[in-house]
C-alpha cells in the first residue's frame, strides 16, 4: 500500500511526525525525495506535492493520501463514505487535527462589495477555481471567476478583480491589504483520503486505527497511584476517567490496612486539579505519564 504525503511545506514535519507516531517509521533512503519504506513492508510513503497527493490518490498512483481538504475539493468530489462516492470521488477518512485554515470570500474594505449578492457580474480572482465555482454556484450568484497563480490579495487593488476567495489562518494578510472577509466558502484542515476501491481494504483500516489512536492519545495523561482500599470510592469520585479506573489489589501499607493501585486516562487539562484533589482523599505515590497512542 502506498501513502502520499507532502514532500514539503508547512504540512511535511508533522505528517511524518504522525506516521512515526503511528508506528509507520520512515525508513531513510537515497532517494528519499520521492519515495520511502517504512518498518511495516506493506506499506511506502510516496513524497509529492500537497496539491498534487488528490490525483496520485485518484489515478491509483497511491492509495490514501495526506493534503488539506482545500486541495482535495479543488481537484475533485470529495465524500464522507465510500457508499455515496461518485466516479472520481475521493473518501475523507479523517480529519488529522492540523494545518486548519479557511478560505473565505472577501473584497476591498471601502470597495462596492460588502455582501455576497453584491457579486452579481462582477469578477472573483482565487487559486481555487472550482471550489469558488462551486462555493458561487451555492449561493446562487452569477459571477466571473479569474484564476491566479498568487499574491490573490493584490488582485483587487490593480483592478484584475472585484473580490476573491483565498486562504487565510489568523486574517492578517487581509487586514494588511485592506480586504475585509464577506464569507467563510471553507474550512480545512489536514486530512487522511482514499479511493472508494479500498477505502474498506483490511490494510487501510489498519492505518486508520493507528492514526486515531495518535489523535485519541492527544490531550491525555496517564495517572498511576496507590490508595487505601477503604478511599476507592473516593478516588473514583475524583478521577474524570475514561470510561473509569483499572483497580488492582496491592500488598497492604506499614500499618496492616488494604491498598489498590488505581490506573486512569484523563484529559490533560484536568490533571493540575486531579492530583491535588487525589491527595486530598488519601492516594499516594501519583504518577502521571504521557500517552503514545490511545485506541478506544
Known amino acids: 500500500m502506498r501513502i502520499a504525503v507532502p514532500n514539503k511545506g508547512r504540512l511535511h514535519e508533522p505528517t511524518l511526525s504522525l506516521l512515526e507516531r503511528a508506528g509507520l517509521h520512515v525508513e531513510e533512503t537515497a532517494d528519499r525525495q520521492l519515495y520511502a519504506d517504512t518498518v511495516d513492508e506493506d506499506v511506502t510513503v510516496l513524497f509529492a506535492r500537497a496539491a498534487d497527493i488528490p ?4 489515478d491509483g498512483a497511491a492509495d490514501l493520501g495526506v493534503t488539506g481538504l482545500d486541495q482535495a475539493a ?11 462516492a461518485a ?5 475523507d477518512l479523517l480529519d488529522l487535527g492540523y494545518g486548519s485554515c479557511r478560505l473565505v470570500l472577501a473584497a476591498p474594505e471601502d470597495g462596492g462589495v460588502s455582501a455576497v449578492e453584491d457579486l452579481a457580474e462582477k469578477t472573483v480572482a482565487t487559486e481555487f477555481p472550482n471550489v469558488t465555482r462551486d462555493y458561487l454556484d451555492r449561493v446562487g450568484v452569477d459571477a466571473d471567476v479569474v484564476t491566479v497563480t498568487g499574491a490573490t490579495e493584490l488582485t483587487p487593488h490593480v483592478d484584475m478583480a472585484d473580490a476573491i476567495v483565498d486562504i487565510t489562518s489568523t ?4 487586514k ?8 467563510d466558502v471553507l474550512d480545512s484542515s489536514v486530512r487522511l483520503f482514499a479511493r472508494p476501491d479500498v477505502a474498506g481494504d483490511p490494510k487501510v483500516e489498519q492505518v486508520l486505527t493507528a492514526f486515531e489512536s495518535v489523535l485519541a492519545a492527544d490531550g491525555r495523561r496517564y495517572l498511576m497511584m ?7 470510592d473516593a478516588v473514583k469520585d475524583v478521577i474524570p476517567g475514561l470510561g473509569g479506573p483499572t483497580v488492582m489489589d496491592v500488598e497492604a501499607d506499614e500499618n496492616g490496612n488494604g ?3 488505581v490506573h486512569a486516562v484523563v484529559d490533560e487539562r484536568d490533571v493540575f486539579e486531579t492530583i491535588s484533589e487525589l ?3 488519601g492516594a499516594t505515590g501519583i504518577l502521571v505519564t504521557e500517552i503514545e497512542r490511545l485506541v478506544e
Not at 479543488?74 to 455515496?84: D, L, N, Y
Not at 494588511?176 to 464569507?183: K, S, Y
Not at 490508595?227 to 476507592?232: F, H, Q
Open 176 to 183: 494588511v491589504n485592506r480586504l475585509a472577509v464577506i464569507d
Open 87 to 91: 466516479d472520481g470521488d475521493l473518501v
Open 226 to 232: 496507590n490508595a487505601p482500599k477503604k478511599r476507592l
Open 171 to 174: 486574517g492578517t494578510t487581509l
Open 55 to 58: 490525483e496520485y490518490v485518484r
Open 279 to 281: 491527595r486530598s482523599v
Open 259 to 261: 491498598m489498590v493501585a
Open 74 to 84: 479543488e481537484s475533485g468530489g470529495v465524500v464522507a463514505a465510500a457508499s455515496e
